[in-house]
């Protein structure tokens, strides 16, 4: 029951901020949608065992009443994302999890049960695709968005700028009493530190079109299936994850973690 509550909750707090609402009954209208993909979810956890092709339906059907939630209230939250791929993975769509759980880890990149949930997605793909050595150099650059909140980023890149020239004109006023020019380097080259981590994520991370392989896709070295050769014998599996580099009609140039390019029909693409 507080599971329920505390779903209905989100929606109605994100739909407040969202900005398209038409009134208090298109919000409780919203709120009965996610109490009522959670009961489908449930019913699919207690069929798992006695009828597993049931509860795969079941949990299909949750994942599209969540998502017709999150579309139609124009919602952007991380819990209700990480809903989505849980009931999306349990039905096996593993291409459709991946695309919620990156969603979710954009909007909430220390959330731990995405990342989990991620994880165990990643972990059905069988199809596996090397990163390339940039993509590692920038996953090890951004090793702390799993563990450190940005918030507290935020928190550190401001705040140790107004502590460094607090401390600078402190020092001004009485340079006699305060000759610890450490503690004020310390607190510029946090803030600069921080703040290169955030503008570094802005640029690299989110100004990237990234996708994901939801249904099989066959990959071509042109935007036309009849008049360019397959790009690789095998076609790609749901739950490969790309990013989209052109756009040309029905289809997408994709780049693969490894560096290859390939064209594939935008159909078989959801966007993170």
Known sequence: MMKRLWAVLIVLLGISFAGAVSGQERAVEQGVMVER??????????????DPGLARE??????????????EGNINNHRLETNIGNANLLAGDVGRAVVHYRRALKLSPADERARAGLESARGRVLQRVEKSMVNRAIDAFFWWRGFVP??????????GYVLGWVGVIVRRIWSEHFDRGWVIAGCFVASFAAGGMLIGEQVVLYGVDEAVV???????NGPD????EKTFQAPLEPGVEVVVEEERGDWVLVR??????TWVLAGSLGRV
Do not use: H, P
């Open 58 to 71: 079941l949990f299909g059907q949750s994942a599209a009443m969540f998502e017709a939630v999150v579309r």
């Open 214 to 220: 939801v249904q099989e896709a066959a990959g071509y």
């Open 256 to 261: 693969l973690g490894d560096g290859r390019s």
């Open 37 to 50: 993909a959670q009961e489908l979810f449930e019913q699919g956890v207690a069929r798992v065992k006695d």
């Open 150 to 159: 940005r918030g507290w980023v935020l928190l550190i890149a401001g705040g």
């Open 225 to 228: 299936a009849q008049a360019y």
